[in-house]
């Protein structure tokens, strides 16, 4: 018998194996970070998603999403802190800081299942101070996620921080489909606590609820601890450490070097395997990136342009619009109210995922998007302004106005946000990262502090004398 001498068909099998085998550590990778970004904001986006039926219910009405956004920003303390021992000798650990932040907003959101409408009286007046401190100890997720948990992923390869920004994109899909299935809209009516009364709602004041308000804080509080034990294994575990960007590109090298050998052309995790310098000396990057390599080559001024810009998305995204937004919406009724919320959340992921296979790197394309969702912004801006009694409110054109307005500004605010991070990733040091977060946070507490101040001390946003269903 002749021995066989051809081992291709064995090297090519294991080959195929070991490929194969590190495509789904990938995905695995991949899900575990998307969990880690759920985390970031689902506590305040579960909350903001409910003001359909807070701001009914707590003594502050209407100005109730104004109090949140503030007490939120004025979390930026703890990056603040963060922010002076990163750049000292005296440098906090990561891991056990993010493990810290993950606990303490599963208690703060646990606490919610129980204490969620109860009410005490600060200064002779009745506030919602339980749910604000929740919302507090939650928004220190939110805030060290830019300055903590993005640069957290520096180590991994860049297409990680799409996975991210998509998890970040489903903090706010995720309550939005609890709320859509706990059937708030309409049915949403205004109650006035009593003031003598300890708790905010009576039982029954909203029996047409699919299920009540307890189940809803029961929910998001699972989903943050899957995230918190998404995270233990991202860290702790051992098969992840291999997909981060260090141990990623060995494997990249190998991979390049059996398939040159044989004669394969294979694309890895939707990237081609191309040799970097060749690409770069023909002016083009794997997966068409050469834009990427035009704005290293671009003036100074243009990357401090992008973080300006980066910066006033914050401003409005994070910070005034969400203030607003029962102003712009509420006196359309609390179905546009909630549709507003629940379709622009769902509108971010999706711009999110669109980055994947459209990377608009293209500065006139980025301007051309920051005019339209300054367009969006102003309209719905105005009609909070004219509050509360906007142009078209009995109109059908006129809900319909408002709804697809603010999903229109937080698209591609959200779709905006996520390219200026990456080009800025890619243009500057390997510190971007963290920066880019410092002006993150820094543009969504200004915007917060704006809009805290106008509708509190002035009186350009106006509500009605009575919040009943009726002055709609």
Same mark, same amino acid.
């Given at each position: 018998?002749?021995?066989?001498?051809?081992?291709?068909?064995?090297?090519?099998?294991?080959?195929?194996?070991?490929?194969?085998?590190?495509?789904?550590?990938?995905?695995?990778?991949?899900?575990?970070?998307?969990?880690?970004?759920?985390?970031?904001?689902?506590?305040?986006?579960?909350?903001?998603?409910?003001?359909?039926?807070?701001?009914?219910?707590?003594?502050?009405?209407?100005?109730?999403?104004?109090?949140?956004?503030?007490?939120?920003?004025?979390?930026?303390?703890?990056?603040?802190?963060?922010?002076?021992?990163?750049?000292?000798?005296?440098?906090?650990?990561?891991?056990?800081?993010?493990?810290?932040?993950?606990?303490?907003?599963?208690?703060?959101?646990?606490?919610?299942?129980?204490?969620?409408?109860?009410?005490?009286?600060?200064?002779?007046?009745?506030?919602?101070?339980?749910?604000?401190?929740?919302?507090?100890?939650?928004?220190?997720?939110?805030?060290?996620?830019?300055?903590?948990?993005?640069?957290?992923?520096?180590?991994?390869?860049?297409?990680?921080?799409?996975?991210?920004?998509?998890?970040?994109?489903?903090?706010?899909?995720?309550?939005?489909?609890?709320?859509?299935?706990?059937?708030?809209?309409?049915?949403?009516?205004?109650?006035?606590?009593?003031?003598?009364?300890?708790?905010?709602?009576?039982?029954?004041?909203?029996?047409?609820?699919?299920?009540?308000?307890?189940?809803?804080?029961?929910?998001?509080?699972?989903?943050?601890?899957?995230?918190?034990?998404?995270?233990?294994?991202?860290?702790?575990?051992?098969?992840?450490?291999?997909?981060?960007?260090?141990?990623?590109?060995?494997?990249?090298?190998?991979?390049?070097?059996?398939?040159?050998?044989?004669?394969?052309?294979?694309?890895?995790?939707?990237?081609?395997?191309?040799?970097?310098?060749?690409?770069?000396?023909?002016?083009?990057?794997?997966?068409?990136?050469?834009?990427?390599?035009?704005?290293?080559?671009?003036?100074?001024?243009?990357?401090?342009?992008?973080?300006?810009?980066?910066?006033?998305?914050?401003?409005?995204?994070?910070?005034?619009?969400?203030?607003?937004?029962?102003?712009?919406?509420?006196?359309?009724?609390?179905?546009?109210?909630?549709?507003?919320?629940?379709?622009?959340?769902?509108?971010?992921?999706?711009?999110?995922?669109?980055?994947?296979?459209?990377?608009?790197?293209?500065?006139?394309?980025?301007?051309? @998007?920051?005019? /339209? +969702?300054? *367009?969006?912004?102003?309209? !719905? =801006? #105005?009609?909070?302004? $004219?509050?509360?009694?906007?142009? %078209?409110?009995?109109?059908?054109?006129?809900?319909? @106005?408002?709804? /697809? +307005?603010? *999903?229109?500004?937080?698209? !591609? =605010? #959200?779709?905006?946000? $996520?390219?200026?991070?990456?080009? %800025?990733?890619?243009?500057?040091?390997?510190?971007? @990262?963290?920066?880019?977060?410092?002006?993150?946070?820094?543009?969504?507490?200004?915007?917060?502090?704006?809009?805290?101040?106008?509708?509190?001390?002035?009186?350009?946003?106006?509500?009605?004398?009575?919040?009943?269903?009726?002055?709609?």
């Amino acid at each position: 018998m002749n021995k066989r001498t051809d081992d291709t068909p064995r090297d090519s099998w294991r080959f195929n194996y070991h490929f194969g085998y590190a495509r789904c550590d990938r995905a695995i990778v991949h899900l575990l970070v998307i969990l880690f970004g759920v985390s970031t904001w689902i506590g305040v986006n579960g909350i903001f998603i409910e003001l359909p039926l807070l701001v009914g219910i707590a003594p502050e009405g209407w100005n109730l999403p104004a109090y949140i956004v503030i007490v939120a920003q004025s979390a930026n303390v703890g990056p603040a802190i963060y922010a002076v021992l990163h750049k000292s000798k005296c440098q906090p650990n990561e891991s056990l800081c993010i493990l810290c932040l993950l606990c303490s907003q599963v208690l703060a959101m646990g606490s919610l299942i129980f204490f969620y409408d109860r009410t005490l009286v600060i200064g002779g007046e009745r506030h919602s101070l339980i749910l604000l401190v929740s919302v507090f100890f939650s928004a220190l997720v939110g805030c060290f996620s830019s300055v903590l948990f993005m640069p957290y992923l520096r180590d991994f390869d860049d297409v990680y921080i799409v996975s991210y920004f998509v998890g970040e994109g489903l903090s706010g899909v995720l309550p939005s489909v609890a709320a859509l299935i706990q059937d708030v809209g309409e049915r949403a009516t205004c109650y006035t606590p009593l003031a003598n009364a300890t708790a905010g709602i009576p039982p029954g004041a909203f029996p047409e609820l699919k299920f009540p308000e307890q189940y809803y804080f029961l929910f998001l509080t699972l989903v943050l601890v899957l995230s918190l034990i998404a995270f233990i294994v991202l860290r702790y575990s051992p098969f992840v450490q291999v997909s981060r960007c260090r141990h990623d590109s060995d494997f990249l090298a190998q991979t390049k070097a059996d398939c040159k050998t044989r004669g394969i052309t294979v694309n890895v995790h939707g990237i081609n395997v191309v040799d970097r310098t060749s690409a770069e000396k023909n002016n083009e990057m794997p997966n068409g990136s050469s834009a990427f390599d035009a704005a290293k080559s671009s003036p100074v001024f243009r990357k401090f342009y992008l973080y300006i810009l980066i910066g006033v998305c914050c401003f409005f995204s994070n910070g005034f619009l969400p203030s607003i937004q029962s102003y712009s919406c509420l006196p359309y009724g609390h179905l546009a109210y909630q549709l507003s919320i629940v379709c622009s959340q769902f509108v971010n992921p999706l711009a999110c995922f669109l980055t994947i296979w459209i990377m608009a790197s293209d500065i006139k394309i980025i301007n051309c @998007l920051s005019l /339209l +969702s300054l *367009i969006a912004g102003c309209y !719905v =801006i #105005s009609v909070a302004l $004219l509050s509360p009694t906007p142009p %078209l409110q009995k109109s059908t054109v006129g809900i319909g @106005l408002i709804i /697809l +307005s603010w *999903i229109i500004l937080m698209g !591609v =605010i #959200s779709y905006l946000k $996520l390219v200026i991070v990456s080009l %800025l990733k890619h243009i500057s040091s390997s510190k971007a @990262l963290f920066n880019i977060g410092v002006v993150m946070q820094t543009g969504s507490a200004g915007g917060a502090i704006t809009s805290f101040v106008l509708i509190n001390f002035t009186d350009w946003f106006k509500t009605y004398s009575s919040c009943s269903e009726n002055n709609y």
